[in-house]
C-alpha cells in the first residue's frame, strides 16, 4: 500500500440550506484498498460520494488527490481526475446491447462511424479480465439479471481506467448468488490497484471484502476501523453512536429467548 | 428485411483461442473456455434458422412479420376482388403516391425513437408546400433554391418546436400541438385570397412524382448495384470481425440473405419495367432510408437517440448533450415534414388549402406505428416507415379499385392501426415475461 493516499478529504463540510449534511469530514482511500462507507439512513453518506463525484461541490475543507489538492466542481472534473461512479440506479439503457451500453457516449469511431467490431472486441476483453460471464455481448440490457446488469455497470466505470471506483450499495437489491459475484468482482478491482469506495447497509458484505470501514454519523467521521481486528458489534455501536440500541437490544432479547 | 440482425449474428459460439491476450489469463480461461449454457445458441443451417425463428416467435419477438403477413393478406384479398390491384401500373402507382407520407412518417420515426410525439408535421408540411410555391411562382426564385429554403424553414420550424421541448421543459404533445395550429394559419396566409397556386409540372418540383426512369437498364441497374453493395460490405464486415475474433456470420448465411434481397429488388425492377420504369420518386425514398438508417444504427450520433428513447438519465450521465440531441430530432422531423410536403404538392402539381390537412397526420403517425416502431421510445427503424406506409397505401388503391367510399375507408384504416397497436401491445407483455421488454 502507497504512503501517499489517492484520494483524501480533510475537514469537508457541506450546508444545505439549514441542513449541515457534513462536518468536517476526513477520508482517506489507498490505492489497491477497499473503504467501506457506512452509516444509518440520513448520515451523509450520498452527500460525501456526490461531493467527491462533483454533483455537490464542498463549502469548507480540501480535496487532495495523489496529495495534491484539487477542486471538484462538476461531474466533468472528477472524470478527468480519474474518479468513476456507479450508482444505485446504474444507467443503464434497457433497450441497448451491453456493448453499447459499456461504450455509451464515449463510442469508438472510424471515419465517423460507428466501430462495432472493435467495442465488441474491447468489451468482450474486458469483460474476460474482470471475469464476468453474461449470456451475450449482444443482447439488449433488458435480457440481464439484476446482477448481471450490476456487473455492466460496474464493467462500464472501469472503461476509463479509473484510480478510484465508488461504488453505491451495489449489493443492494441482489439475491445471493449475484452478491457474491459483485463482491468477487470488487476484490478484482482490489487486486488490479484501483482504489475502492464501498457504500453499503449490509455488514456481512463489508466484513467480506472491505479493508477499512469508515463510520459516519450524523455528518460527522464516527471512527475508520480495520475489518479484521474489529468487531461487527463495535462497527454498529459506532453507526448508531451507542452500545444500548435497538439492535443490540434485539440481539439480547433473542439471545434470551433461545436460552430459555 | 427488416429481420432482427444484431440478435441473429450473435447467437453464435466464439471460436476458442481466437481470442486476443488478456492481462488476467487465469481468469481469462477460465470465462473463454466455454460459452455461457444459458444462452440459446442458433444452429448453423436453414434447421438454425427454423428453431431460432420458432423460439423468438414464442418469446414475442415478431419484429416486422405482423406488418408483412397483413400486407400479404392485403395484397390477396385485393387481387381476388380485383385483378388489376397486383398490376404494374397499381403497384407502381402505389409506391410513387406513398412517398409523400412515407417521408413525414421518417421523420415521425425520429421522434418516436425519443418516446415523443410530433402533431405539426401535417402542417408544416402543407406550410413548407406553399412557402416553396409562392417563392417559385409569385416571387420566381429558381426552383431549386425555392425546394431547398422550403427545407430548410421546416427544420427550423421543427427545431423550434424542439426548443421549447427541450430547453424550456414544455410537454413535446402540447408544444407540436400549437404548432400544428399555429402553422396551419401560417400556410393559409401565406396562400392568401385564391388560396391555390399551381405549380409548373415540368419543373422540378412537378417532376418529383412524375419523372420515371424509363430505359430498362435504369432499374436493373439500380437493382444489381444494391446487391453487389449488400454483399461486398457484409462479406467484408465478416471478414473484419473474423480477424478480430469476435463472432461472425457464416459465408453461407451472407449468401442467403443476399439473394433473398435480389430476388425482392429484381422482381420490383422487373414489375416497374412492365410499366413506365424505374419512378424518381422510390428511388429518392430508399435512398433517404437507406441514408436515415445508416445514421441511426450506425453513428454515434443514432446510438445517442436510441439511447435517449431508452433512459434520459442514464443518457445524461453518460455525457450526451440532452438537450441538443431532443433539439436536432424535432429539427429532423420538421425537416422530414417539409420534404413530404414537397412530394404530395408535386402529386397535385399546386399547393392549396387543404395541403397538410385531413387524414395526412393521423396516416403519416399511423405508417410508423403499424410498420413496427414502439410508441414508448428506443425500439424502431426507419424502413418501419415504408412497411407502414405501403399498408396504408395499399388500402387506399386498394378500396379505390372497388369504388368504396371515404368513410368505409377511414374505418379500414383505423382498424389495421388498432390491430397493430393490439399485436404490439401483446406482444411486448409476452417480451417482459421472456425478458426482453
Redesign the interface.
Given at each position: 500500500m502507497s504512503a501517499t493516499p489517492v484520494l483524501a478529504l480533510r475537514g469537508v463540510s457541506k450546508r444545505f440550506g439549514a441542513v449541515q449534511a457534513l462536518t468536517d469530514v476526513e477520508l482517506e482511500v489507498h490505492a489497491g484498498e477497499v473503504v467501506a462507507l457506512v452509516g444509518d439512513n440520513g448520515a451523509g453518506k450520498s452527500t460525501l460520494v456526490k461531493t467527491i463525484a462533483g454533483v455537490h461541490p464542498i463549502d469548507e475543507g480540501a480535496i487532495e488527490w495523489g496529495g495534491k489538492p484539487v477542486s471538484i466542481s462538476r461531474?466533468?472534473d472528477a472524470q478527468a481526475l480519474g474518479i468513476a461512479t456507479v450508482?444505485q440506479?446504474?444507467?443503464?439503457?434497457?433497450?441497448?446491447?451491453v456493448v453499447?451500453n459499456l461504450f455509451?457516449?464515449?463510442?469508438l469511431?472510424k471515419f465517423?462511424?460507428?466501430d462495432e467490431?472493435?467495442m465488441?472486441?474491447r468489451a468482450?476483453?474486458l469483460?474476460?479480465?474482470?471475469?464476468?460471464?453474461?449470456?451475450?455481448?449482444?443482447?439488449?440490457i433488458?435480457?440481464l439479471s439484476g446482477g448481471q446488469r450490476q456487473t455492466v455497470a460496474i464493467a462500464r466505470s472501469m472503461l476509463g481506467d479509473p484510480k478510484l471506483v465508488i461504488l453505491d450499495e451495489p449489493t443492494a437489491a441482489l439475491g445471493v448468488e449475484q452478491t457474491a459475484q459483485v463482491l468477487d468482482l470488487v476484490e478484482?478491482l482490489r487486486e488490479?490497484g484501483h482504489a475502492v469506495i464501498l457504500i453499503s447497509h449490509n455488514m456481512a458484505d463489508v466484513k467480506a471484502v472491505a479493508d477499512k470501514v469508515a463510520v459516519l454519523r450524523l455528518g460527522r467521521n464516527n471512527g475508520v476501523f480495520e475489518v479484521k481486528t474489529t468487531s461487527q458489534e463495535e462497527i454498529i455501536s459506532a453507526i448508531t453512536g451507542a452500545t444500548d440500541n435497538a439492535v443490540t437490544r434485539r440481539a439480547a432479547r433473542t439471545n434470551g429467548e433461545v436460552s430459555k | 428485411m427488416s429481420v432482427d440482425k444484431?440478435?441473429a449474428?450473435?447467437?453464435k459460439t466464439?471460436e476458442p483461442g481466437k481470442?486476443?491476450p488478456?492481462?488476467?489469463p487465469e481468469?481469462?480461461s477460465?470465462?473463454?473456455t466455454a460459452v455461457?449454457p444459458?444462452?440459446l445458441v442458433r444452429e448453423q443451417g436453414l434447421l438454425g434458422y427454423w428453431t431460432e425463428f420458432k423460439r423468438k416467435m414464442k418469446a414475442g419477438e415478431l419484429g416486422s412479420l405482423p406488418v408483412i403477413l397483413g400486407l400479404a393478406i392485403i395484397c390477396i384479398i385485393f387481387q381476388v376482388l380485383n385483378s388489376e390491384f397486383l398490376s404494374a401500373q397499381n403497384i407502381s402507382n402505389i409506391t410513387v403516391t406513398m412517398v409523400g407520407t412515407g417521408m413525414i412518417s421518417v421523420g415521425i420515426v425520429f421522434v418516436l425513437l425519443l418516446g415523443e410525439i410530433d402533431l405539426s408535421v401535417g402542417s408544416v408540411s402543407g406550410a413548407a408546400s406553399a412557402l416553396a410555391a409562392v417563392l417559385t411562382v409569385n416571387q420566381g426564385w429558381p426552383e431549386w433554391l425555392a425546394v431547398l429554403v422550403a427545407i430548410a424553414a421546416g427544420a427550423a420550424i421543427g427545431a423550434l418546436h424542439g426548443f421549447f421541448f427541450a430547453v424550456l421543459g414544455a410537454p413535446a404533445f402540447a408544444v407540436t400541438l400549437a404548432g400544428l395550429l399555429f402553422w396551419l394559419g401560417f400556410m393559409l396566409k401565406v396562400l392568401g385570397e385564391d388560396g391555390t397556386i399551381n405549380l409548373d409540372s415540368d419543373g422540378l418540383i412537378g417532376k418529383l412524382t412524375t419523372y420515371t426512369f424509363t430505359d430498362l437498364a435504369a432499374a436493373y441497374g439500380l437493382a444489381a448495384v444494391v446487391v453487389v453493395l449488400f454483399f461486398v460490405s457484409s462479406f467484408l464486415?465478416n471478414r473484419?470481425?473474423e480477424a478480430?475474433?469476435?463472432?461472425s456470420r457464416p459465408l453461407s448465411d451472407t449468401v442467403l440473405r443476399t439473394v433473398l434481397l435480389a430476388v425482392v429488388s429484381f422482381a420490383a425492377a422487373y414489375m416497374y419495367n412492365q410499366y413506365k420504369g424505374l419512378p424518381l420518386a422510390t428511388v429518392i425514398f430508399l435512398a433517404f432510408l437507406v441514408g436515415t438508417d445508416f445514421l441511426l444504427r450506425?453513428?454515434?450520433y443514432g446510438?445517442k437517440i436510441?439511447?435517449l428513447?431508452?433512459?434520459v438519465?442514464?443518457?445524461r450521465?453518460?455525457?450526451?448533450n440532452v438537450t441538443a440531441v431532443r433539439i436536432s430530432v424535432f429539427g429532423i422531423s420538421g425537416g422530414f415534414a417539409a420534404i413530404g410536403g414537397l412530394f404530395l404538392a408535386s402529386k397535385i402539381a399546386s399547393a392549396n388549402q387543404s395541403a397538410g390537412t385531413g387524414d395526412l397526420l393521423m396516416n403519416a403517425i399511423a405508417a410508423a406505428v403499424i410498420g413496427g416502431t414502439s410508441l414508448f421510445g428506443?425500439?424502431g427503424r426507419t424502413w418501419n416507415a415504408l412497411l407502414g406506409v405501403l399498408v396504408i397505401v395499399s388500402i387506399q388503391y386498394g378500396l379505390q379499385l372497388e369504388s368504396i367510399a371515404e368513410p368505409v375507408k377511414y374505418m379500414i384504416t383505423a382498424a389495421v392501426l388498432l390491430t397493430t397497436v393490439v399485436i404490439d401491445s401483446v406482444t411486448r407483455k409476452t417480451q417482459k415475461t421472456a425478458?426482453?421488454?
Open positions: 461531474p466533468h450508482y440506479d446504474l444507467a443503464l439503457c434497457d433497450n441497448i446491447d453499447g455509451l457516449g464515449r463510442e469511431q465517423g462511424v460507428l467490431v472493435e465488441e472486441r468482450r476483453e469483460l474476460t479480465t474482470l471475469s464476468i460471464r453474461i449470456p451475450s455481448v449482444r443482447i439488449p433488458a435480457s478484482r488490479r | 444484431t440478435s449474428n450473435v447467437d466464439p481470442h486476443t488478456v492481462v488476467n481468469a481469462a477460465a470465462a473463454v455461457d444459458r444462452l464486415g473484419r470481425r478480430a475474433g469476435v463472432p450506425r453513428t454515434s446510438r436510441f439511447a428513447g431508452g433512459s438519465e442514464a443518457s450521465r453518460a455525457g450526451i428506443g425500439r425478458g426482453r421488454a
